[in-house]
């Protein structure tokens, strides 16, 4: 086929490049192995006649020739995104996603084996294959493969495993890990599960869905082998009639208390997906379950979530409840309030609820997460379906399984194990008791299914909506479009900084607000920050149906406790949120606790401090860090031993004193104008309560990070007798400065990828390993901290470190040029991703450089040189150095699996 032309006397050259394309485009489509496409490039390279453009040119012929069906106009009347899908020959389906509004693009590959497909004499296989796409492969062969490259380019790649799915964030084919036969099970496994016909990809991204298409069509798309596999389907829920229709008390860790209610549906998925039973089942509206138990002081929370069982048939659903302590006492009681509340949706039928505003930073790579799982096993035009198109049918069929023999209800509390006839679970040791519901029991939850209760009803859709034009004015022209905050107010009492920014919702003007009421009685004693806490506690809990109100239609707002003060959060459409923010500020300023209130609060409080201990060592370690490094902090056992003191006197006495001196920061960035955010200040601190008294400069100054001194390593531990895994977290703190800070972050991005190499994969120190920086970068010095946390030692832990970070000094010295210009290149992207939130963070901690110091950032690293990293790394990284460390240890004291090495 791919003879030389003038042994086959062929002169019209162009007809032979014509025919040629043909032939080798029908070899292709014939013969779909899965090194079709590389068999076809050595092909016709012996054709002298084709050049490069031509073998190009005919691969991607054969690409979208391999197309067997598109779908296109793939969205719903509220969706902006634009869609397309590709359904290849060899199985193989494909979801391009148009987004304009996006400025980085993010691919994910589902496969349809999980962990249910392990072979039962070699569990874990499926998570182990989802490892291997991490390593070195013969297409990447470097240490951490695909992944090290990913990082390289200043992207991100990650994968996750679940009961019969695999995702990958980037596909690649994984190269098996060396080994004995564990290599042999791992290649059959691979071979028996992957396969063209049961993998989704989507591919998200700015560019146009022409463009994507191009992208995507010039992949090596048919090199995947198109097995034939038969996904491993399971026709029968795992709880059966014989399962269902229980209570199981548990024994947990933790001080904690929650209510399950567990049903099991059938032939449920799209009806789930499409209606809005769960939320229904978790609105905090007038008339719903989740009010009712919070006006008896019953629950802190009620949520409802629903999972897809492994027959695509079969779902879960979820109720899940966090109980008050009186809600404990009263378990049986809210499982009859909530077959109450289904009966009266069953009776009524179910309506629309408004859904919860979405945070607009929602990241790229979730997106096509989501996406590329919810197309598993559907048609790729499934979005063209409304909403709620479903018939009132199907909803029923789903309300009339959620009954009393069809349910298990788990109670969650420490109060269990005075339980009798507990048993022991044997993977864990965790302590719970399993009962048959009784009959009357079952006949009570049923009877109130049946029986019309006055405290459930759904009301009618509300007509506020959102509004469409403001009715205040827009921003003014102020001669120069700024790209970051600027101040329009500034006295002894407040500082207001303003960006315009355009809105999230088209033809929505809306403004989003960030403010920090400094306030000196807060910071005075641990005691005061209890008190600041249980006031915001008591706060949300007393106001959360007006405030679940107000989110319905578009408004939000949040007050959290700080070290110095309160954060205030707000988000409204720009004709009404200086009367929205001034409300919540009334009631803020003039808030007064209940008695139940507070007891509900405080237990709660306690318990969140008592559990710190329970938490993972590497929650703590990173606690310990900051605790270490920043002053203001009260350590979480202060907090514990002060909320013991606090009373209910004490609180009420204590709400109104801290508004006698404060000072107010405030961020308004949107589409409001800058007069009307001044209006909207004089709505946060009132003429009353902002001329009390000014603030000193002390009470206003940044709070300060512990310098360590040159030459100096300091050392902390902290024993935990909870988990069998110990942490180190090991930082190194350089001098302060923008060169400084610079180096820091590329030798952070420089190093990441081997330390996770290195202690994770290769030494096995840990599961949990990460680099990161720490600190407040430019001003006060950044720290280079890696994390590793798993059963060794801390001491040898620590050895293993340090003898990576000397061993890296080797791999500096041999990197090439172009490699290092690589990393300054990612390091010039990275800090140009500026962002409202980054602004905020500026504000809050009164460094004020916005881009200032990232514009510096950028000319010191274009000047950098190699040598200048590997000097700065001698002198601030390797042990010996003249280097600033700091060592926190987390040291399991259980000893049952911990692995002394030392």
Not at 421 to 447: D, M
């Amino acid at each position: 086929m791919f003879g030389d032309a003038r042994i086959l006397g062929i002169t019209d050259y162009s007809a032979y490049r014509e025919q040629a394309r043909k032939d080798i485009l029908a070899d292709m489509l014939a013969n779909r192995t899965q090194n079709g496409e590389r068999r076809f490039r050595k092909k016709a390279k012996k054709n002298k006649r084709l050049s490069e453009k031509d073998i190009r040119a005919i691969m991607l012929s054969a690409q979208t020739a391999a197309v067997r069906k598109r779908y296109g106009h793939i969205k719903r009347p509220d969706d902006r995104r634009k869609y397309r899908g590709l359904e290849f020959s060899n199985g193989l389906r494909v979801l391009l996603v148009s987004d304009r509004s996006k400025t980085t693009c993010a691919a994910a590959v589902d496969v349809h084996v999980g962990s249910c497909a392990d072979p039962e004499d070699v569990p874990g296989m499926a998570h182990l294959c989802e490892h291997l796409l991490l390593e070195g492969s013969e297409k990447y062969p470097m240490d951490s493969g695909l992944g090290n490259l990913a990082k390289r380019s200043g992207g991100e790649m990650n994968a996750c495993t679940g009961d019969n799915w695999t995702n990958f964030e980037l596909e690649v084919p994984p190269k098996f890990l060396k080994g004995l036969k564990i290599r042999d099970e791992v290649v059959k496994f691979f071979e028996e599960h992957y396969s063209s016909h049961v993998m989704s990809l989507c591919v998200s991204g700015p560019q146009s869905l022409d463009v994507l298409e191009d992208l995507v069509l010039r992949l090596p798309l048919l090199e995947i082998p198109n097995r034939n596999v038969t996904p491993k389907i399971f026709e029968q829920h795992y709880y059966g009639p014989e399962e269902t229709g229980y209570r199981v008390d548990v024994v947990p860790i933790k001080n904690e208390r929650s209510l399950t209610v567990k049903f099991v549906v059938q032939h449920c998925a799209s009806t789930l997906e499409n209606s809005p039973i769960g939320r229904l089942l978790e609105y905090e509206g007038e008339g719903s379950l989740a009010r009712e138990l919070k006006q008896r002081r019953w629950s802190h929370s009620l949520d409802s979530t629903y999972t897809k069982g492994l027959s695509y048939t079969w779902c879960d659903i979820d109720v899940r409840i966090e109980l008050t302590q009186e809600g404990f006492d009263h378990v049986e009681d809210i499982v009859h309030l909530l077959f109450a509340y289904i009966g009266m949706l069953k009776r009524t039928g179910p309506r629309e609820v408004p859904p919860k505003r979405q945070s607009s930073g929602t990241e790229e790579i979730s997106t096509v997460l989501s996406l590329v799982m919810e197309i598993r096993n559907r048609s790729l035009d499934y979005r063209t379906a409304k909403r709620n198109s479903l018939k009132a049918t199907s909803i029923k069929s789903v309300l009339d399984q959620l009954t009393p023999r069809n349910m298990i209800y788990i109670v969650v509390a420490k109060e269990n194990s005075d339980l009798a006839n507990l048993e022991r679970e044997q993977y864990y040791g965790i302590e719970y008791r399993k009962t048959k519901l009784n009959a009357a029991s079952v006949k009570r939850f049923g009877r109130a299914l049946k029986i019309e209760s006055e405290l459930f009803y759904l009301l009618e859709k509300d007509g506020q909506s959102f509004p469409r034009k403001s009715a205040l004015k827009t921003t003014e022209k102020r001669g120069f479009d700024s790209v970051k905050p600027y101040i329009i107010w500034n006295d002894q009492f407040k500082r207001i900084w303003y960006l315009k920014s355009v809105s999230d919702f088209a033809d929505r003007p809306a403004t989003e607000i960030n403010a920090y009421l400094t306030l000196p009685r807060v910071a005075s004693d641990a005691k005061s920050q209890i008190m600041a806490q249980l006031f915001t506690g008591c706060l949300e809990y007393q106001t959360r149906e007006e405030s679940y109100d107000a989110e319905m239609v578009g408004y939000e707002a949040s007050v959290e406790p700080r070290c110095r003060g309160l954060k205030l959060t707000f988000f409204d459409f720009d004709d009404r949120i200086c009367q929205t923010v001034g409300d919540y500020m009334r009631r803020l300023i003039s808030f007064e606790p209940e008695k139940k209130v507070f007891d509900v609060v405080l237990a709660a409080l306690k318990d969140k401090l008592s559990n710190f201990y329970m938490e993972q060592p590497y929650d703590q370690g990173d606690y310990l860090l900051d605790y270490v490094l920043t002053e203001g902090n009260w350590p979480n056992w202060q907090l514990l031993e002060a909320s013991k003191l606090v009373t209910f006197e004490e609180l009420v006495e204590f709400v109104p004193t801290l508004w006698n001196a404060l000072h107010l920061e405030l961020f308004a960035h949107g589409t409001l104008a800058e007069d009307n955010v001044l209006r909207l200040c004089d709505q946060i601190l009132p003429e009353k309560h902002s001329r009390e008294r000014p603030l000193s400069p002390e009470d206003l100054a940044p709070l300060r990070k512990l310098k360590i001194p040159a030459g100096i390593s300091y050392f902390y531990e902290h024993k935990q007798t909870i988990h069998s895994n110990s942490c180190v977290v090991f930082c190194l703190q350089a001098e302060p400065g923008v060169r400084n800070y610079v180096l820091l972050e590329l030798l952070a991005l420089m190093i990441k990828d081997p330390a996770y190499y290195m202690l994770r994969t290769k030494e096995k120190l840990g599961y949990t390993v990460w680099t990161n920086l720490r600190g407040v970068e430019v001003i006060d010095g950044s720290g280079l901290c890696i994390t590793v946390q798993g059963p060794y030692d801390p001491n040898y832990v620590e050895s293993r470190i340090e003898a990576f970070l000397e061993n890296f000094k080797s791999t500096l010295k041999e990197m090439s040029e172009s490699d290092f210009e690589e990393y300054k290149d990612v390091f010039h992207r990275n800090a140009e991703k500026l962002n409202n939130e980054s602004y905020w963070q500026e504000i809050e901690a009164k460094r004020f450089s916005f881009d200032d110091c990232q514009l510096h950032a950028i000319i010191q690293c274009i000047e950098l040189q190699r040598e200048d990293v590997l000097d700065f790394y001698e002198r601030t990284i390797v042990a010996g150095a003249d280097r600033r460390k700091l060592s926190i240890w987390v040291r399991s004291v259980t000893s049952f699996y911990t692995r002394d090495l030392v």
